[in-house]
């Protein structure tokens, strides 16, 4: 009988501490994450061909052109970019909290993504990405050879990788780490690799690293073959 009152007082004193610890054992789990919204291509439609005169955003479209196809070199394609590589630009464009400036300056960019939400980002993005390129071409037959010569094998005695490594040999990148760059405006390749080169983009150290050993007639001519890329 005493082993018996035992284990029910051994039994009860373990149900108690159980009960006893729950709270503080629910008071430590941490509080789950919010959950972010669907990411709707339609709503970035809309704001990529209209923006939001009520939020202060302009019409993405005004610059980039019609579904991401940029009529001119000023302003790049962005048509069939992957989602993960404009988003990560556009949130690189805003001011952090306790920045003077951002990741990637760019007085006009900064203005644009500033009153975007997350949310906002990521529709566009999504948009954007399913887009069809109308691709630009390579102009400059004299540095074709060059151009393909550092696109695919890169300068081994300048220790420049070949941009085939990371960009793909066709130039389509790779989602979430690597941007497409095939049919880029050549002008446009030129003057973000120069860039990178003078630390003005200082937003992948990768890329800053490989343009700082790029002479500008190496810059030109993987451009425009890059522009050709298909």
């Not at 952090?96 to 975007?116: D, Q």
């Not at 860039?195 to 490989?210: E, I, Q």
């Not at 790029?214 to 030109?220: G, L, V």
């Amino acid at each position: 009988m005493k082993r018996v009152l035992s284990l029910m007082l051994v039994t009860s004193g373990l149900l108690f501490g159980a009960t006893a610890l729950s709270p503080s054992v629910a008071a430590d789990a941490p509080a789950a994450a919010p959950a972010r919204p669907k990411i709707d291509p339609a709503k970035g439609e809309q704001l990529y061909a209209n923006g939001d005169a009520a939020r202060n955003i302009v019409a993405c479209a005004s610059c980039h052109g019609p579904g991401g196809n940029s009529a001119g070199a000023a302003n790049p394609k962005l048509a069939g970019q992957h989602p993960d590589y404009l988003y990560k630009q556009l949130v690189n464009f805003k001011v952090k909290e306790g920045a003077k400036t951002p990741e990637r300056p760019s007085a006009v960019m900064t203005a644009m993504a500033a009153p975007l939400t997350d949310e906002d980002m990521r529709n566009v993005s999504a948009y954007i990405g399913a887009q069809a390129l109308k691709p630009a071409t390579a102009k400059n037959k004299d540095t074709v050879e060059l151009g393909q010569r550092i696109y695919r094998g890169g300068v081994a005695s300048k220790n420049i990788p070949a941009c085939a490594s990371c960009h793909a040999a066709n130039g389509a990148g790779m989602p979430a780490q690597y941007p497409r760059i095939a049919g880029q405006f050549a002008e446009y390749t030129e003057a973000q690799l120069v860039a990178f080169r003078s630390g003005a983009r200082h937003n992948n150290v990768a890329m800053t690293g490989v343009a700082s050993r790029m002479s500008d007639a190496e810059i030109k001519a993987v451009a425009d073959y890059i522009a050709g890329l298909r």
